[in-house]
């Protein structure tokens, strides 16, 4: 049998991701020895490292039988794919932050915004959720910077700490999401190699099932603003 | 410095063209499809490729019908390039063929189209063949259309799939059993529908779902297996709807043993499908070269009413560009058949056009030099001569020999070889 193929996101998630494999028992995955190529085959698996957003590329296409990837790529862009575990590392909210001092930040909703985001469609969610008509800018970096510049009355960002918004005089009005690393299986493989994937789902369940549930999985529904 | 010009005449993008061996093979698929279909008493028909939204909307939800090409015509009407075939055939069965003689065995074969963004990997135009089995609600239909499907990707040279078979009222029973709100249900079912278990467990928590119940909606991916897994699932089940399907199952297992199918089958309880469209019995096929399904089908008993004919209904569609990628993948480019080169001499010229037609009759393509030459080129495999004995001299790699006979008993042998 072939290996079964892994993609895993480069970045903030990728060493806690290396770890989760190698401690569940899965592969032995270090995260150096990607250090100069892309691929690295332990055994029975195949591990990729590709950027996050090109995980569920992966998988979808059936390049990668199953892939770790943050929850909050696949509500950019949701594929064919099953969702299976919930990895618990990688936390982070999906926030609107508006500038110290601005009525947003007191609570006082306008009767437009305009927000910057790299995140539209689930701002887009949220924002409909809260039926606020609010305008999107989407932006690929730096979001932040948009309202001190004047080009958004706020943002709807990833936070982790909090403390990048805090540096740049953003607070947090409202939380739109929570996301955490997930895992996800390709629809065929799922079906053709079910043996190999759910010793997989199970040794990553088994790895991560002692800490309790902080995260839960549906961004919650705010209630609509007075 | 000039603009930059496009180097090549444009292609739309998420369009190919189906050159040489691809080509080939894209037609050789379709065709074994269309002639297994055919063998098994299914009458071809053919749609078009445009059809009014409206119609295309019966068949289609509604956020689906935005991965359609969709336009008006001079009158004003919306139209839409159609995106499956089924609802096509059903709305022929519903104003021309209503009369019958059911049950109606019809297929089908052509192209789809996708109004998807490119640059996602995924095709915007496919070709697809497919049956449709129209006025029969037994299982023997059901059975019937799989073992269809099986046969049609064997004779493709794709016999080593996997056939997924499962029910369209199973999760729908399960979630009614669960004694589930309203809102609730919504947003579990969604959950399941989006394939993410993850937001079905988070779905589930805080409800009162009963811990049997919630176990066997949690373990939905992984309830498959074979006939075994139906004896477990129903030892976990009470109420009446989920065990019914269960058994109908049951019965479909048995009759696809009948058709000597059910080695590369599974049952698959947890398969996801659209259930406001399927009504029973669903199936999926899966080869391992491949990240997507090759076909699937099932019943779907309520499409006919939609057209005012109360009829009910089981099918499938193949997904020919898929198929193609799975035989590409599993067992490499294999070289396609060329047709042989048939050169000639001045004098030799009339006898070449009969040796041409005799090599045609048995079935070896043939292109015919459409100038005399003297002697052969080099890669003329054979060359017709007015003095050679039999009227031809001929070459084949390593080997020479002297008539039509001859060469005919070699290219039999070559056939037979592979």
Redesign the interface.
Known sequence: MSPLRLALPGGALFEDACRLLTDAGVADADPHAFDRKLRVVDGAKSLVKVRPTDVP?YV????CDAGIVG?DVLWES?R???????LRFGGCRLVLAALEGSPLAAGTWPRSLRAATKYPVAARRFFDSLGVAAELIKLHGSVELAPIMGLADCVVDITATGRTLAANHLVEVAEAGRSTA?LIV?????????DAV?RLATALRRAVAPAE?DV???PPVRRAPA | MSEVQSPTPGRAPGFSDWVGPAAERRRAVTDAFVDTFTAWGYAYLATPLVEPLTTVAAGVAGGSQTQLFRFMDADGDLLALVGERTVSVARVVATQLQGGPFPLRLCYSGPVLFNRPPLGGRRREAMQAGCELIGHAGLAADAECIAVAAAALERAGMGGVQIDVGHADFIPSLLDQAHLGPEQRAIVAGAVRRRDLVAVEAALEGTEVAEADRALLLAFPTLRGGREILEMAGARLTAVRPRAVIEELARLWDLLDGHGITDRAHLDLGAVRDWDYYTGPTFELFSSDLGFPLGSGGRYDRLLGAFGLEAPATGFVLHVDRCCDALLRGSGDETPRLPLRLGHSVRGAAGAVEIAARLRRAGHPVALDLESTEPPAGDVVGWAHADGPGGLRWRLPGKQGTGVDALLAELDAGRARQ
């Not at chain 1, 390709?186 to 079910?194: D, E, G, H, P, V």
């Open positions: 590329v979808e296409m059936g390049a929850k949701p064919d794919c099953y969702e299976l575990v919930d997930r390709n629809q065929a493989s799922l079906k053709t190699r079910s759910d549930p839960p999985a549906a």
